[in-house]
């Protein structure tokens, strides 16, 4: 089993910043894109950022020019600098990472998917 555990959330006023990070551990194996997605109240879960196992990020427009994603592949950590948040940033963020694992009894590998719980993050004005 993988296990993601998310932590920074909180109560944060708008425009200030806030880093969140996610910590893997367990059956680690080959892990490749890592991403952050966010659930708001009344929206459907949104991919907010993704990195690469090489390094090449990815952001939603609604966050580009001010949240930056990282990774440390040694420490399988992933990190979401967040800057000038505001009010839609408001949700709870949550941790993906994709791994390839070996088909039982097989040569083969797929990429399975893993998520943590989340962590809320609440832009106040």
């Known amino acids: 089993q993988v296990q993601l555990v998310e932590s920074g959330g909180g109560r944060v006023s708008s425009g200030a910043s806030v880093t969140l990070s996610c910590v893997v551990s367990g059956r680690i194996t080959k892990m490749h894109g890592m991403s952050w997605y966010r659930k708001s109240s009344g929206r459907e879960r949104e991919l907010v950022a993704s990195?690469?196992?090489?390094?090449?990020?990815q952001y939603a427009e609604s966050v580009k020019g001010r949240f930056t994603i990282t990774r440390d592949n040694a420490e399988n950590t992933v990190h979401l600098q967040m800057h000038g948040v505001n009010a839609a940033d408001t949700g709870v963020y949550s941790c993906?990472?994709?791994?390839?694992?070996?088909?039982?009894?097989?040569?083969?590998?797929?990429?399975?998917?893993?998520w943590g719980q989340g962590t809320l993050v609440t832009v106040s004005s």
């Open positions: 993906n990472v994709e791994q390839s694992e070996l088909l039982p009894g097989t040569a083969f590998s797929e990429l399975v998917d893993y």
């Open positions: 990195i690469s196992r090489g390094g090449t990020a």
